[in-house]
């Protein structure tokens, strides 16, 4: 079709009789376009759907569509995804009441991708969770796009009521700990303060927490595993999306087959994690850089 024949986004939500806003939405709902940097950018979809970059003196840079252009499934705005439909992050922040930069630092968080450049890569877990590698056909920036079934992942959920300041979470009351759990608990309450502030549950814990926190090094002290499951990492280390297992000596036979098991989730979601034993503590300075590398974090 002749570029004559196509005309701007705005045109054409006139000729259909509906606003600019409900317009762009259907098409971001499809997958379309995508908003990166407060701009709508055209996908390689919405490419072979007769979209076309132009440029103009006066607008600038804009996308133009066939004029008959039909959006399979659309009669009107899409309020609903579906489950196959791809979310970028600010499809996504409108439905949590977040912005799009804090769903992606969220999503950075839990591991699911990483910083790369100006933009987003997925890591090994993201891409099994279904997200999308795309990249910006002008300037190279990759991004990540989401199924919107992801919406109802229980690790999802729970790190934005906790980024919103659910009490409830705040609290530990969406907690859902195994039985087993709970008596390890019970047996080893979190009463060692560490220098920056955190409530472990030994001198050993401590220590290890006083390094990072000394080293400069962001973590986190019984982090949720990402998963359905219930299980909870000692240590967690977003900048390396790593994760440090404790396991200290005198552990019963119930504690050893709880860390056991945690130990197989890790290999099963493929996650980066460490383990450290009693005797390692005593060498913190020689072991922890060396664990740390493997992991691309450098100490200095």
């Known amino acids: 079709m002749d570029n004559l ?6 045109a054409l939500s006139k000729l259909r009789s509906m606003s600019s806003k409900e317009l762009f939405m259907q098409l971001e709902n499809s997958g379309w376009i995508v908003r990166l940097d407060n701009m709508w950018e055209l996908t390689q979809s ?13 607008f600038g840079m804009y996308i133009v569509w066939p004029a008959q252009m039909k959006i399979e499934g ?11 439909t791809l979310l970028s992050a ?10 799009a930069r804090q769903v992606n630092m969220l999503l950075s968080e839990l591991g699911w991708m990483s910083r790369h450049r100006k933009g987003w890569t997925l890591t090994p877990q993201g891409e099994a969770l279904g997200g999308v590698q795309k990249e910006n056909y002008k300037t190279g920036i990759p991004y990540v796009l989401w199924p919107a079934g992801f ?14 300041g659910d009490l409830g979470q705040a609290l530990g009351l969406n907690d859902v700990a195994d039985q087993n759990t709970l008596i390890f608990r019970q047996k080893h309450p979190a009463n060692f303060r560490t220098a920056d502030g955190h409530y472990v549950r030994s001198k050993a814990e401590m220590l290890i927490d006083n ?19 219930d299980h909870y990492s000692t240590f967690y280390l977003p900048v390396g999306n790593a994760y440090i297992e404790y396991w200290g ?3 019963t036979a119930e504690n050893e087959e709880r860390m056991q098991e945690k130990l197989n989730m890790y290999e099963k979601y493929n996650f980066n994690f460490s383990k450290l034993d009693e005797s390692d503590v005593l060498s913190l ?16």
């Not at 919405?46 to 006066?58: A, I, L, N, P």
């Not at 659309?74 to 196959?84: F, I």
């Open 249 to 251: 000596s005198g552990n």
């Open 285 to 300: 300075d020689s072991i922890m850089p060396r664990l740390l590398h493997k992991h691309g974090i450098e100490v200095y």
């Open 5 to 10: 024949d196509k005309i701007s986004t705005t």
């Open 211 to 229: 390094w990072l926190y000394m080293a400069g090094i962001a973590h986190a002290y019984e982090r949720a595993l990402p998963i359905d499951e």
């Open 90 to 99: 600010s499809n996504i922040a409108e439905l949590v009441a977040l912005t």
């Open 74 to 84: 659309v009669d009107s705005v899409v309020v609903a995804y579906n489950q196959s």
């Open 46 to 58: 919405g490419r072979e759907q007769g979209g076309e970059v132009k440029h103009s003196d006066k």
């Open 151 to 164: 919406m109802h992942n229980r690790a999802f959920e729970r790190s934005v009521k906790a980024f919103k």
